[in-house]
């Protein structure tokens, strides 16, 4: 029997198969404080929790047979992910349960936003009967840009399109053949601010997308632009919001989720053209049953069949392939942040070559991680080793592996090749006995370049001098040089530096390097760093 414990209100109905199922014994305790959990957790094969259970590293640490975490709802940030993994602990979630909640409450929200319901049904409940003042706007025949078209931006883009609203879909990974198919323009942000009555958002919160509406993104859109926020709190900018309603600028928002929940930037709710709600997007009777029939069938297929779907950590392994994968994981991740910040854009087409040892390596997990380092740049904390492959296939990509006998001079390699367009980014590393991991190949530059947290990649005209003023303006803006790669193709042509810095450089340092005469591109590099393979999300088969 399998002991399962039950912290949260979690839907009852939606938990029927635990409960009937002969090898399964299910504990429903939603009043338990986080001292008693501790206590009792080391009894139980499974936790299932919502919200409001806080699985902290405490609670973790005592638990002595979990073996599985499963939120019954999206988010894990009330789950310790970290800790759970140390502890060989599967952490699981429902990422789809909510899809058509969500997708219907950011309808409710531009609907309520357009005809100013919530503010019409206070004035009337008030007594009052003031129809001239809450005279709203049609959807019909509206410009709607809906900026991430995952599975809930796609949702919405296919519900108002019922109210013949023309949809303008923006998602680094769409293409101009879904775009099509779903039957609305693929468009860039800026087009989106220039041409939409009404701008809703759909993507995940990480660094690329905090404040992804804020004060520069406002100042193109239309006057009298309307703004839905059912995704996540930090998305929009909330001060430059209210600037934006202040002057008029923006005729009103409809926010579900906030920055600082459940704080919300003070003046907002003084806003009459404003609409909030508590962060309701899944709240509604048949998500929950969802949500919690989805962890159900996942808690029974993991102690059942082994069978892992939604798992926010890592899938199965074995302990033989790990040891011998080991020195590659770090690297094939480091590999893919280069790439894809150098491409800069959503690729098309993803080639991954391994030489040498490696090609008679059972190389799987060394592709799934290299998959998850080039999406987790713009889909965020979403993509895990499990679902990196399924995630990349819902974007409409394909990759191709090649494994050549020939070892490109070293005993392994590995090398990917990031596409879109016309423009090609390739990164070749390799890890070389005595020496640890190398970055050898930038395009058609050989190289030599320890893969470290902070790296400036600079793109020149091979002149006298460009090394030394560089080094000049780092050197006064207080930026110590760790280590310095140049690789040329021919004298005077042109040729790249890559340097390992101790810190990050800020922009106008950038902005400095970047005027200097000669120079053709420059970008820094942000990567993964100190991976200790012993804490490494893996549960051994």
């Known amino acids: 029997m399998y002991k399962v414990l039950v912290t949260d209100n979690v839907n009852d109905e939606g938990l029927t198969k635990l409960y009937e199922h002969e090898h399964f014994t299910v504990d429903k305790n939603t009043e338990l404080p986080p001292k008693e959990i501790k206590e009792i957790i080391h009894q139980y094969d499974a936790l299932i929790v919502r919200n409001q259970t806080k699985v902290t590293k405490e609670i973790i640490e005592h638990a002595a047979n979990l073996k599985v975490i499963a939120r019954a709802g999206v988010g894990v940030d009330n789950i310790d992910v970290d800790a759970a993994t140390r502890k060989g602990i599967i952490v699981v979630n429902s990422p789809g349960g909510n899809t058509i909640s969500a997708t219907e409450h950011t309808l409710a929200m531009m609907l309520s936003l357009s005809r100013n319901i919530p503010q019409a049904h206070q004035s009337t409940t008030n007594g009052l009967w003031e129809r001239d003042k ?49 039957g609305i323009k693929k468009a860039t942000l800026n087009e989106i601010a220039a041409a939409s009555d009404f701008i809703t958002v759909h993507t995940p919160l990480i660094k690329d997308t905090k404040h992804l509406i804020n004060e520069a993104f406002l100042a193109k859109t239309k006057k009298s632009v309307r703004l839905v926020n059912c995704a996540r709190g930090g998305l929009i900018d909330e001060h430059a919001l209210l600037a934006a309603l202040h002057s008029g600028h923006v005729a009103g928002a409809a926010l579900d989720v906030f920055e600082n929940e459940p704080k919300i930037t003070e003046g907002l709710l003084k806003q009459a053209n404003v609409i909030v709600t508590p962060h309701l997007g899944a709240s509604t009777q048949e998500a929950q049953i969802r949500v919690a029939i989805d962890v159900s069938e996942e808690i029974i297929n993991i102690f059942e069949s082994q069978s892992i779907r939604n798992a926010i950590n890592m899938p199965q392994t074995s302990g033989e392939v790990q040891g011998r994968m080991e020195p590659y994981l770090m690297l094939g991740e480091q590999v893919a942040q280069i790439g894809i910040q150098l491409l800069n854009d959503a690729p098309e087409k993803i080639d991954i070559t391994y030489a040498g040892e490696l090609i008679e390596e059972d190389t799987s997990l ?22 990196a492959i399924h995630l990349l296939k819902e974007q409409g990509l394909t990759y191709n592996i090649q494994k050549n006998a020939k070892n490109k001079g070293f005993s392994n390699y590995l090398e990917l090749t990031l596409h879109k367009h016309s423009k090609e980014i390739k990164v070749g590393a390799a890890i070389i006995n005595g020496f640890g991991a190398r970055i050898v190949k930038l395009n058609e530059y050989r190289i030599d370049v320890r893969p470290e947290q902070h790296l400036l990649y600079i793109k020149h005209q091979d002149i006298p001098g460009m090394i030394g003023q560089v080094g000049s303006i780092l050197g006064k803006n207080d930026t110590n040089i760790g280590t310095m790669q140049v690789g040329r193709k021919e004298i005077g042509g042109e040729a790249i530096m890559v340097l390992t810095l101790d810190k990050k450089i800020e922009q106008n340092v950038a902005d400095n390097i970047k005027s200097l005469i000669g120079m053709k591109d420059i970008q820094t590099l942000e990567l993964t760093t100190g991976y200790n393979f012993q804490d490494s999300p893996f549960i051994e088969v």
């Open 134 to 182: 809450f005279k709203g706007v049609e959807l019909y025949q509206k410009t709607l840009g809906v900026i991430g078209m995952g599975k809930i931006g796609t949702e919405v883009a296919k519900r108002a399109q019922a109210f013949k609203m023309t949809i303008l879909g923006y998602d680094p990974y769409l293409t101009e053949e879904r775009a099509s198919k779903l």
């Open 366 to 387: 060394l592709t799934r991680t290299i998959i998850k380092g080039i999406l987790t740049y713009h889909l965020g904390e979403s993509v895990n080793l499990v679902n």
